[in-house]
């Protein structure tokens, strides 16, 4: 049984660092892609960072050079380093995971639990 469990969440202070950590366990045979996408009160649910598996990494431009995305692939996680906060990072953060499984050799598609990251004074 799959599981993605999100950790690092939290409450930081403009211009802080937060980093935000998935780790991905049960029956997975690799790793198609694996990422972070957040929800604002009463915004849609947008991404914020994935890779996939070929090494390639996408960012949302509201994002781009202060949020790095990297992964441990023997530890099946992935990292969510997030700098220079502001308050519009504020949202619930997913983590998203499209997993090839060993049971049957499909693609399937995760979702973690969420977790809160605000950004406050």
């Known amino acids: 049984q799959v599981q993605l469990v999100e950790s690092g969440g939290g409450l930081v202070q403009p211009g802080g660092s937060l980093r935000l950590s998935c780790a991905a366990s049960?029956?997975?045979?690799?790793?198609?892609?694996m990422g972070w996408y957040r929800q604002a009160p009463g915004k849609q649910r947008e991404l914020v960072a994935t890779f996939t598996s070929g090494g390639n990494t996408n960012y949302a431009d509201s994002v781009k050079g202060r949020f790095t995305i990297s992964r441990d692939n023997a530890k099946n996680t992935a990292y969510l380093q997030m700098n220079s906060l502001k308050p519009e990072d504020t949202a619930v953060y997913y983590c998203?995971?499209?997993?090839?499984?060993?049971?049957?050799?499909?693609?399937?598609?995760?979702w973690g639990q969420g977790t809160q990251v605000t950004v406050s004074s």
């Open positions: 049960g029956g997975i045979f690799s790793i198609n892609a």
């Open positions: 998203n995971a499209k997993l090839w499984l060993v049971v049957d050799n499909q693609l399937y598609d995760y």
